[in-house]
């Protein structure tokens, strides 16, 4: 069975940095592209970041561009999301996804992790 | 960037009811088309993939439609399970991929 746990959301002052994690398992992780996935309170879907099954591509939306990094230890089977330059804007439920198929480009989020809520706050 | 454009935003229905909630694109993505339920307080869950082919483990009232620039998802004999908010996402042309802004089923 294919479980994502996210981990290391929490309340943030702006301008500061945070960094979430995703545990895979019930797959091979190094098999597949992944991606971060987050939701603001009472909002709907917007897409963060993605990379390839072996990190060699990496995508951003423009507003998290030169702020966040989304990186992949295939060793640990583990998903990671670095937010630097962290803004109220980015207060949202950020889900670790992952692909369809294997090695293949990403398109649809066949699998989510139960979430994890970062609050950029003073 | 693609934009899509989900109707309505919120909807109520009757159990039994047959429910259709529309995604239009803002240009052609070929079919390149999915959609998730998300139930309160839970996860996203993946529903159909290619504008039409049914995820493991999805019921068959769920069906998906569509082409060019105009999809849809119809729930037939709605169920008290299904109150969800339903998402439609494109993939035809990324980065970025792009959601929909949601549908808010309840029952009436």
């Known amino acids: 069975e294919v479980q994502l746990v996210e981990s290391g959301g929490g309340l943030v002052q702006p301008g500061r940095s945070m960094k979430l994690s995703c545990a895979a398992s019930?797959?091979?992780?190094?098999?597949?592209?992944m991606a971060w996935v987050r939701q603001a309170p009472t909002k709907g879907l917007e897409w963060v970041a993605t990379?390839?099954?072996?990190?060699?591509?990496?995508y951003y939306r423009d507003s998290v561009k030169g702020r966040f990094t989304i990186s992949r230890d295939n060793a640990k089977s583990t998903l990671y999301l670095q937010m630097n330059s962290l803004r109220s804007e980015d207060t949202a439920t950020y889900y670790c996804?992952?692909?369809?198929?294997?090695?293949?480009?990403?398109?649809?989020?066949?699998?989510w992790g139960q979430g994890t809520l970062v609050t950029v706050s003073s | 960037d693609i934009q899509m454009t989900q109707s309505p935003a919120s909807l109520s229905a009757s159990l039994g009811e047959t429910v259709t909630i529309e995604c239009r694109a803002s240009?052609?993505?070929?079919?390149?088309l999915a959609w998730y339920q998300q139930k309160p307080g839970n996860s996203p869950q993946l529903l159909i993939y290619?504008?039409?082919s049914l995820a493991d483990g999805v019921p068959s009232r769920f069906s998906g439609s569509g082409s060019g620039t105009q999809y849809s998802l119809k729930i037939n004999s709605l169920q008290s399970e299904d109150v969800a908010s339903y998402f439609c996402?494109?993939?035809?042309?990324?980065?970025?991929?792009?959601f929909g802004g949601g549908t808010k089923l309840e029952l009436k």
């Open positions: 996402q494109q993939y035809n042309n990324y980065p970025p991929w792009t």
């Open positions: 240009e052609d993505i070929y079919s390149n």
């Open positions: 996804t992952r692909d369809q198929y294997y090695s293949g480009d990403f398109n649809w989020f066949a699998y």
């Open positions: 019930g797959f091979t992780f190094s098999n597949y592209g």
């Open positions: 290619d504008a039409n």
């Open positions: 990379i390839s099954y072996d990190g060699s591509s990496t």
